[in-house]
Protein backbone atom coordinates (compact mmCIF):
# COMPACT_ATOMS: atom_id res chain seq x y z
CA UNK A 1 0.00 0.00 0.00
CA UNK A 2 2.80 2.48 1.07
CA UNK A 3 4.56 1.43 -1.87
CA UNK A 4 1.80 2.00 -4.17
CA UNK A 5 1.40 5.97 -2.69
CA UNK A 6 5.12 6.39 -3.00
CA UNK A 7 4.93 5.56 -6.81
CA UNK A 8 1.57 7.66 -7.33
CA UNK A 9 2.98 10.55 -5.81
CA UNK A 10 6.64 9.79 -7.45
CA UNK A 11 5.26 9.77 -11.09
CA UNK A 12 4.29 13.75 -11.85
CA UNK A 13 8.06 14.39 -10.68
CA UNK A 14 9.16 11.71 -12.94
CA UNK A 15 7.19 12.94 -15.62
CA UNK A 16 7.91 16.89 -15.39
CA UNK A 17 12.17 15.51 -15.23
CA UNK A 18 11.31 13.86 -18.24
CA UNK A 19 9.89 17.17 -19.68
CA UNK A 20 12.70 19.52 -18.62
CA UNK A 21 15.47 16.58 -19.92
CA UNK A 22 13.47 16.85 -23.46
CA UNK A 23 13.68 20.30 -23.33
CA UNK A 24 17.23 20.52 -22.77
CA UNK A 25 17.77 18.01 -25.39
CA UNK A 26 16.57 20.32 -27.89
CA UNK A 27 18.27 23.01 -26.37
CA UNK A 28 21.29 21.18 -26.89
CA UNK A 29 20.30 20.32 -30.63
CA UNK A 30 19.43 24.03 -31.73
CA UNK A 31 22.40 25.16 -30.14
CA UNK A 32 24.33 23.83 -32.83
CA UNK A 33 22.39 25.70 -35.77
CA UNK A 34 23.04 29.15 -36.72
CA UNK A 35 20.29 30.44 -35.25
CA UNK A 36 19.38 34.35 -34.11
CA UNK A 37 17.31 33.27 -30.65
CA UNK A 38 18.13 30.14 -29.04
CA UNK A 39 15.17 28.63 -27.82
CA UNK A 40 15.08 28.38 -23.65
CA UNK A 41 12.12 27.53 -21.38
CA UNK A 42 12.09 28.75 -18.11
CA UNK A 43 10.34 27.05 -15.21
CA UNK A 44 7.83 28.46 -12.97
CA UNK A 45 9.47 29.62 -9.31
CA UNK A 46 7.05 32.14 -8.01
CA UNK A 47 6.54 32.51 -4.24
CA UNK A 48 3.37 32.11 -2.56
CA UNK A 49 0.88 34.60 -3.71
CA UNK A 50 -0.45 37.64 -1.69
CA UNK A 51 -2.72 36.26 0.69
CA UNK A 52 -5.20 39.51 -0.12
CA UNK A 53 -5.77 37.47 -3.48
CA UNK A 54 -6.99 34.19 -1.65
CA UNK A 55 -10.50 33.22 -3.62
CA UNK A 56 -9.63 34.97 -6.72
CA UNK A 57 -10.13 33.17 -9.79
CA UNK A 58 -11.09 33.52 -13.66
CA UNK A 59 -14.34 33.24 -14.16
CA UNK A 60 -15.45 34.33 -17.84
CA UNK A 61 -14.14 35.61 -21.14
CA UNK A 62 -16.50 37.83 -22.74
CA UNK A 63 -16.69 37.92 -26.77
CA UNK A 64 -18.75 40.28 -29.31
CA UNK A 65 -21.16 38.56 -31.09
CA UNK A 66 -22.49 38.99 -34.62
CA UNK A 67 -25.28 36.55 -34.42
CA UNK A 68 -26.40 35.29 -30.86
CA UNK A 69 -28.70 32.45 -32.07
CA UNK A 70 -25.49 31.14 -34.28
CA UNK A 71 -23.48 31.73 -31.23
CA UNK A 72 -25.36 29.45 -29.07
CA UNK A 73 -25.83 27.04 -31.75
CA UNK A 74 -21.71 26.63 -32.18
CA UNK A 75 -20.94 26.82 -28.91
CA UNK A 76 -23.40 23.96 -27.33
CA UNK A 77 -22.80 21.69 -30.61
CA UNK A 78 -19.17 22.35 -30.99
CA UNK A 79 -17.79 22.47 -27.43
CA UNK A 80 -20.97 21.17 -25.27
CA UNK A 81 -21.10 23.98 -23.39
CA UNK A 82 -25.08 24.61 -21.95
CA UNK A 83 -26.75 27.96 -22.33
CA UNK A 84 -27.01 29.27 -18.94
CA UNK A 85 -29.32 32.69 -19.50
CA UNK A 86 -29.62 35.46 -22.61
CA UNK A 87 -30.69 39.07 -21.12
CA UNK A 88 -31.84 41.55 -23.52
CA UNK A 89 -31.25 44.70 -21.44
CA UNK A 90 -32.73 47.33 -24.69
CA UNK A 91 -33.66 46.49 -28.19
CA UNK A 92 -30.32 46.98 -29.12
CA UNK A 93 -27.96 45.34 -26.67
CA UNK A 94 -28.16 41.75 -25.11
CA UNK A 95 -25.87 39.58 -22.88
CA UNK A 96 -25.26 35.62 -23.08
CA UNK A 97 -23.83 33.60 -20.89
CA UNK A 98 -22.85 29.83 -21.30
CA UNK A 99 -20.47 27.48 -19.66
CA UNK A 100 -20.01 23.59 -19.41
CA UNK A 101 -21.80 21.85 -16.40
CA UNK A 102 -19.59 21.87 -12.93
CA UNK A 103 -20.83 18.97 -11.47
CA UNK A 104 -19.03 17.22 -13.83
CA UNK A 105 -17.68 18.15 -17.33
CA UNK A 106 -20.04 17.45 -20.60
CA UNK A 107 -22.79 16.59 -18.79
CA UNK A 108 -21.18 13.80 -16.77
CA UNK A 109 -22.57 15.55 -13.50
CA UNK A 110 -26.37 17.33 -15.11
CA UNK A 111 -27.11 20.89 -13.97
CA UNK A 112 -30.04 22.68 -14.39
CA UNK A 113 -30.19 25.99 -15.89
CA UNK A 114 -31.56 27.81 -12.13
CA UNK A 115 -28.88 25.45 -11.04
CA UNK A 116 -25.86 27.19 -13.33
CA UNK A 117 -27.37 30.58 -12.70
CA UNK A 118 -27.01 30.31 -9.15
CA UNK A 119 -23.64 28.89 -8.90
CA UNK A 120 -22.38 31.29 -11.70
CA UNK A 121 -20.21 33.59 -9.88
CA UNK A 122 -18.85 30.09 -8.34
CA UNK A 123 -18.05 28.48 -11.69
CA UNK A 124 -15.06 28.95 -13.84
CA UNK A 125 -14.56 28.43 -17.48
CA UNK A 126 -17.52 30.49 -18.57
CA UNK A 127 -17.99 32.36 -21.78
CA UNK A 128 -20.36 35.62 -21.90
CA UNK A 129 -20.91 36.85 -25.41
CA UNK A 130 -22.27 40.57 -26.27
CA UNK A 131 -24.47 41.66 -29.10
CA UNK A 132 -25.03 45.17 -30.14
CA UNK A 133 -27.42 45.41 -33.09
CA UNK A 134 -26.38 48.34 -34.49
CA UNK A 135 -22.72 47.26 -34.92
CA UNK A 136 -23.46 43.25 -35.72
CA UNK A 137 -20.26 42.22 -37.85
CA UNK A 138 -17.84 40.67 -35.57
CA UNK A 139 -16.01 38.57 -38.20
CA UNK A 140 -12.18 38.33 -38.11
CA UNK A 141 -10.48 38.91 -41.76
CA UNK A 142 -6.98 38.75 -42.04
CA UNK A 143 -7.36 42.75 -42.87
CA UNK A 144 -8.40 42.96 -39.48
CA UNK A 145 -7.01 42.67 -35.79
CA UNK A 146 -6.69 39.50 -34.59
CA UNK A 147 -8.59 40.85 -31.13
CA UNK A 148 -11.69 41.96 -33.22
CA UNK A 149 -13.91 39.70 -31.39
CA UNK A 150 -12.51 40.12 -27.65
CA UNK A 151 -14.15 41.81 -25.00
CA UNK A 152 -12.96 41.07 -21.68
CA UNK A 153 -12.08 38.55 -19.01
CA UNK A 154 -13.80 37.96 -15.86
CA UNK A 155 -12.41 37.53 -11.81
CA UNK A 156 -14.09 36.91 -8.96
CA UNK A 157 -13.26 38.03 -5.43
CA UNK A 158 -14.77 37.87 -2.50
CA UNK A 159 -14.68 41.56 -1.37
CA UNK A 160 -15.22 44.39 -4.61
CA UNK A 161 -14.22 47.14 -1.98
CA UNK A 162 -11.13 45.15 -1.03
CA UNK A 163 -10.42 44.37 -4.11
CA UNK A 164 -10.88 48.19 -5.53
CA UNK A 165 -8.47 49.65 -2.76
CA UNK A 166 -5.58 46.69 -3.72
CA UNK A 167 -5.76 47.39 -7.07
CA UNK A 168 -5.90 51.64 -6.25
CA UNK A 169 -2.49 50.56 -4.18
CA UNK A 170 -1.20 48.40 -6.40
CA UNK A 171 -1.17 51.34 -9.53
CA UNK A 172 -3.15 49.37 -11.43
CA UNK A 173 -5.35 50.92 -13.79
CA UNK A 174 -9.02 51.24 -13.81
CA UNK A 175 -11.18 52.17 -16.48
CA UNK A 176 -14.25 51.70 -14.58
CA UNK A 177 -14.73 52.17 -10.75
CA UNK A 178 -16.89 50.43 -8.33
CA UNK A 179 -20.44 52.13 -8.00
CA UNK A 180 -19.42 54.24 -11.19
CA UNK A 181 -21.60 54.64 -14.37
CA UNK A 182 -20.57 57.55 -16.45
CA UNK A 183 -21.26 57.11 -20.09
CA UNK A 184 -19.38 60.65 -21.10
CA UNK A 185 -17.38 60.58 -24.19
CA UNK A 186 -14.82 62.95 -22.74
CA UNK A 187 -13.18 60.45 -20.50
CA UNK A 188 -10.47 58.13 -21.95
CA UNK A 189 -11.58 55.39 -19.90
CA UNK A 190 -15.44 55.86 -20.81
CA UNK A 191 -14.32 55.33 -24.49
CA UNK A 192 -12.21 52.37 -23.58
CA UNK A 193 -15.54 50.75 -21.94
CA UNK A 194 -17.41 51.08 -25.05
CA UNK A 195 -15.23 49.78 -27.15
CA UNK A 196 -14.81 46.80 -25.32
CA UNK A 197 -18.23 46.77 -25.26
CA UNK A 198 -19.25 46.87 -28.97
CA UNK A 199 -19.56 50.95 -29.30
CA UNK A 200 -17.30 52.24 -31.68
CA UNK A 201 -17.85 56.01 -31.12
CA UNK A 202 -19.18 57.13 -27.39
CA UNK A 203 -19.57 60.41 -29.12
CA UNK A 204 -21.95 59.31 -31.21
CA UNK A 205 -25.87 60.65 -29.84
CA UNK A 206 -27.75 57.39 -30.82
CA UNK A 207 -25.12 55.26 -28.78
CA UNK A 208 -25.99 57.73 -26.04
CA UNK A 209 -29.19 57.28 -26.10
CA UNK A 210 -28.81 53.31 -26.44
CA UNK A 211 -26.86 53.44 -23.08
CA UNK A 212 -29.78 55.38 -21.17
CA UNK A 213 -32.24 52.88 -23.05
CA UNK A 214 -29.81 50.12 -21.28
CA UNK A 215 -29.34 51.48 -17.83
CA UNK A 216 -32.29 49.61 -15.75
CA UNK A 217 -31.02 46.47 -17.12
CA UNK A 218 -27.91 46.76 -16.26
CA UNK A 219 -28.58 48.09 -13.04
CA UNK A 220 -30.75 45.14 -12.43
CA UNK A 221 -27.23 42.91 -12.97
CA UNK A 222 -25.32 44.54 -10.82
CA UNK A 223 -23.14 46.26 -13.10
CA UNK A 224 -22.83 49.65 -11.37
CA UNK A 225 -20.74 47.60 -8.74
CA UNK A 226 -18.23 45.80 -11.55
CA UNK A 227 -15.05 47.26 -11.11
CA UNK A 228 -12.93 46.98 -15.01
CA UNK A 229 -9.16 47.18 -14.81
CA UNK A 230 -6.80 46.84 -17.31
CA UNK A 231 -3.44 44.84 -17.88
CA UNK A 232 -0.32 46.43 -19.71
CA UNK A 233 -1.42 45.46 -22.79
CA UNK A 234 -5.01 47.17 -22.22
CA UNK A 235 -6.74 43.68 -21.96
CA UNK A 236 -9.65 44.50 -19.63
CA UNK A 237 -11.05 42.27 -16.45
CA UNK A 238 -14.31 42.32 -15.32
CA UNK A 239 -14.34 42.25 -11.45
CA UNK A 240 -17.56 40.51 -9.65
CA UNK A 241 -18.00 39.75 -6.40
CA UNK A 242 -18.66 36.29 -5.34
CA UNK A 243 -22.67 36.82 -5.03
CA UNK A 244 -23.84 38.01 -7.59
CA UNK A 245 -27.25 39.11 -8.61
CA UNK A 246 -27.46 36.23 -11.37
Known amino acids: ?64 SSNLT ?33 GGRNSTGFQSGAEMIRDKNNMAGLMEFQHYSRHPTRRYTPQSTPHLTFSHMGLIVDSLSAAQARFDRLGVRTIKRQGAIDFSPEREENRIFAGAWGIPDLGDEQAQNDFI ?33 I
Open 213 to 245: EGLPGMRAIGFGEFILVADPDGNLFEVQGRVGR
Open 1 to 64: MHFSIFITLLLPTIALACNYAQLDNFQEDINHENRTFQFKFIPGDDPPADPATKGYFVNHVSLL
Open 70 to 102: ATREWYSTVLGMRHIFTIHVSETYSIMYMGHSQ
